[in-house]
């Protein structure tokens, strides 16, 4: 997702140092998984609602992590919102878009993305088209940043190679 996130950021014309820290954000966004067990995080079946809630903590957990790191303030806050939601429902802090720096909406957009286009054990990534309109679906409700959004828009397939490289 780092790829993802640090293309977002120079096309958004974050400066190098921005994009440096967005790079890191990117890598370590979901450290707090570390501490989910991993018969919840491999389980192959549809997840009980308990845990659910667990696996929700992790990007609670990446923060806790980060933040104690002397230097780490932006790249705490950047990798521990990329569950927000624009309208203040997602978790783990319930910011609002307001609250939300550019390169934290980027972080969000960046992992769905991935996540969506990436094979998974439980499913097959989806293709380019598809993937398009689904990204589209949640800008145009509001569930994504629709500058980031646009961003990806415009340079869809070079968002595609980076989500998809594996070196
Ligand atoms: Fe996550």
């Not at 067990?37 to 009980?48: F, S, T, Y």
């Not at 609670?60 to 932006?74: A, K, M, S, V």
């Not at 598809?130 to 679906?137: C, I, K, T, Y």
């Amino acid at each position: 997702m780092s790829r993802v996130a640090l293309l977002f950021g120079r096309l958004s014309g974050l400066d190098d140092e921005t994009c440096a820290l967005l790079e890191i954000a990117g890598l370590l966004h979901d450290l707090g998984k570390l501490r989910v067990a991993d018969e919840i995080l491999d389980k192959p079946d549809r997840l009980e609602p308990s845990e659910r809630f667990v696996i929700n903590t992790h990007s609670f957990e990446t923060y806790q992590i980060l933040h104690r790191i002397p230097g780490f303030d932006d790249i705490a806050a950047w990798a521990s919102y990329h569950h927000e939601e624009p309208d203040g429902s997602g978790y783990p802090f319930h910011l609002h878009a307001a609250d939300m720096p550019l390169p934290a909406r980027i972080m969000r957009v960046a992992d769905i993305f991935q996540a969506m286009v990436q094979n998974r054990p439980y499913r097959r990534g989806l293709k380019r088209d598809e993937a398009r309109s689904f990204m589209r679906g949640l800008a145009e409700d509001g569930r994504i940043d629709a500058d980031v959004a646009s961003v990806l828009d415009v340079n869809f397939d070079a968002a595609m190679s980076a989500a998809l490289a594996t070196a």
